[in-house]
């Protein structure tokens, strides 16, 4: 809600729903994922979703990062397992990414799992576009605001995350890092802990993409408009 760039941005209105509410069902609506939650400490985001028929855990407004307010909703909600952690900014996550990143869970080769997509040229250099750069078997070795690795190619990361079970609250318990206070990173907090990062690589033109600006927004409005009747 206090997003600097879009103010109110998880209400933003998306062809008659809130953002927030289309990633809520994207979750609750895929056959991998055993139950899904909104994680909020903001009453409007609560009742919006509350209306749409979903589930909401009130968390506390003290929370730095959002792996901080996903364990308190975790521990709220008493469930058992991995933990799927999707941002309510990116309202249509594919269903296809979110498949992916729960066969890599079941692995159980790295203890996190996310996405990453090809980078146009443009989002290579917009800050807000997080890069990930990784070894040959897509461990993840370093993210940035900056274009990296120099040269290319870059790839984007996806605000979806993946913990194996008890790794959330690893994750979330560990010191702030010298790295994510540079780059205001979390994730690089996990690495530079030697908590390993899978990332699956995915297909740029599928969905729409996060919003972080009303551009955006926008366009993410635009490509809603264009979808069959039952998205």
Request: aromatic share 4%; proline share 7%.
């Amino acid at each position: 809600m206090g997003s600097t760039r879009l103010p109110g941005k998880p209400l933003a209105d998306i062809g008659g729903t809130p953002m927030v509410v289309h990633t809520w069902r994207a979750a609750a609506q895929h056959p991998a994922i055993d139950s899904a939650c909104v994680a909020t400490d903001h009453p409007e985001i609560a009742d919006a979703v509350r209306e749409a028929g979903g589930e909401v855990i009130l968390t506390a407004s003290s929370h730095s990062t959002g792996t901080d307010r996903c364990l308190e909703a975790w521990k709220k909600w008493g469930r058992q397992g991995a933990v799927i952690n999707l941002q309510g900014d990116e309202p249509f996550p594919e269903p296809t990414h979110i498949s992916a990143i729960c066969t890599a869970l079941k692995s159980g080769l790295t203890d996190v799992v996310s996405a990453m997509r090809p980078a146009t040229d443009e989002e290579a250099k917009r800050p807000e576009r997080v890069k990930v750069a990784t070894n040959e078997s897509h461990r993840a070795l370093y993210f940035s605001r900056s274009p990296i690795p120099h040269g290319g190619p870059h790839y984007v990361h996806m605000g979806i995350y993946g913990f194996a079970p008890n790794m959330l609250a690893h994750c979330a318990a560990l010191p702030v890092g010298r790295l994510e206070t540079l780059e205001k990173l979390e994730q690089l907090r996990w690495l530079e802990a030697g908590v390993t990062i899978g990332m699956v690589s995915v297909n740029s033109e599928s969905g729409p993409g996060s919003v972080d600006t009303l551009a955006d927004l926008e366009r993410v409005r635009k490509w809603h408009a264009q979808q069959p009747k039952s998205t």
